[in-house]
Nanobody
Framework: VQLQASGGGLVQAGGSLRLSCAAS????????VGWFRQAPGKEREFVAS???????FYADSVKGRFTISRDNAKNTGYLQMDSLKPVDTAVYYC?????????????WGQGTQVTVSS
């Protein structure tokens, strides 16, 4: 599976962005999709995931503001980010877990920069 993340950019606090994760390969629909982020000087952290059966999980810091979804027909995962805060500034990475449950992310896309200005 190859992953291509896109949709990052510069936005003011309170604004919205939608990240996309386009996947190649025939295993996307049976894979879990995860989003992670890494801010400067910090370790990569979990943001959200969606299993093959569309069960979703969120980090507490984004719960209620971010929404993860998937479109298997398009082999694409999404992360809708609303009410963005400056602390959300980071490089965002999408990943895929072929087991379907989000416990082992074997595939990673390149990051997309999200910058939230105050």
């Amino acid at each position: 599976v190859q992953l291509q993340a896109s949709g990052g950019g510069l936005v003011q606090a309170g604004g919205s962005l939608r990240l996309s994760c386009a996947a190649s390969g025939r295993t996307f629909s049976s894979s879990a999709v995860g989003w992670f982020r890494q801010a400067p000087g910090k370790e990569r952290e979990f943001v959200a995931s969606i299993t093959w059966s569309s069960i979703t999980f969120y980090a507490d810091s984004v719960k209620g503001r971010f929404t993860i979804s998937r479109d298997n027909a398009k082999n694409t995962g999404y992360l809708q980010m609303d009410s963005l805060k400056p602390v959300d500034t980071a490089v965002y990475y999408c990943s895929a877990d072929p087991t379907g449950w989000g416990r082992r992310y074997d595939y990673w896309g390149q990051g997309t920069q999200v910058t939230v200005s105050s």
